[in-house]
């Protein structure tokens, strides 16, 4: 079997003494005696998992595992030789991204670019192309939230007279320049785009996530698990995913 595995840092095991044997899709891969290839990145966007699977969908990998990061995230390739940069927030430990022209842009993409709004559906439309896709090739594959990206206040319901949804995201969305027919606009696509992804291929929809256990174990200076840390998500999340993907695999 091969499993194939794209994401962010927390796939990819930063802080680990050795990520290639600690991160959990290397003990997933143990555990279900397969050959790994992890593709995640350190500060890897959404934008640059959806490529970079669908690049390696020729492979035909027996699983693809993919694990999703903020929507925040950008990927860009440089003009002159096709490098890879990776922006986040913080423009920390991003390649490139202490030298001051990335700085520079970094600041004005989030400044001035950057939408709230506009990230969350696009993450939304990022997971039904993947599945879409996934499925038309007939790839199995399990998916996973490493942080929410407020999940669970986007989805809240349109209810009178005291508004969940907009109680919900109103730290969201401009309220002065925005009234309420085009915010329920908006309320109507995410619904759409939330009726249309097939749940059932993640684990713990809208519960887990993988940031949630830094609330329960050590993390290093950068926030990511360290190296005993990965060792009880292998037991505790880890093993639930590895659990689900031998369903998956096994059941189907």
Request: glycine share 6%; net charge negative.
């Amino acid at each position: 079997m091969r499993i194939y595995v794209n994401g962010c840092s927390f796939a990819r095991g930063d802080e680990l003494d050795q990520p290639d044997v600690e991160c959990w899709p290397a003990v997933l891969a143990r555990q279900l005696d397969a050959e790994l290839v992890n593709d995640s990145t350190l500060g890897g966007s959404n934008a640059r998992t959806v490529y970079r699977t669908i690049k390696h969908l020729p492979l035909d990998f027996d699983l693809y595992v993919i694990a999703w990061t903020s929507d925040t995230k950008f990927t860009f390739y440089k003009s002159d030789d096709g490098t890879e940069v990776n922006f986040s927030p913080q423009l920390k430990h991003m390649r490139l991204g202490q030298e001051v022209f990335y700085k520079i842009w970094g600041r004005t993409l989030y400044q001035v670019w950057y939408n709230r709004t506009y990230g969350f559906k696009l993450w939304l439309q990022q997971i039904i192309q993947l599945q879409t896709l996934l499925e038309k090739n007939n790839k199995r594959y399990l998916m996973i939230n490493t942080t929410d990206n407020s999940l669970v206040k986007w989805s809240a319901p349109w209810t009178t007279p005291q508004n969940q949804f907009i109680d919900a995201i109103k730290k969201f969305i401009n309220f002065d320049m925005m009234n309420d027919e085009q915010i329920f606009a908006e309320y109507e696509e995410i619904q759409y785009y939330l009726g249309q992804i097939n749940t059932s291929t993640f684990y713990g929809w809208g519960e887990f996530t993988m940031h949630s256990l830094r609330d329960q174990f050590a993390t290093g200076p950068k926030g990511h698990l360290l190296t005993a840390g990965h060792q009880i998500e292998a037991i505790s999340a880890a093993t639930m995913v590895i659990s689900n993907c031998k369903a998956f695999i096994f059941e189907i």
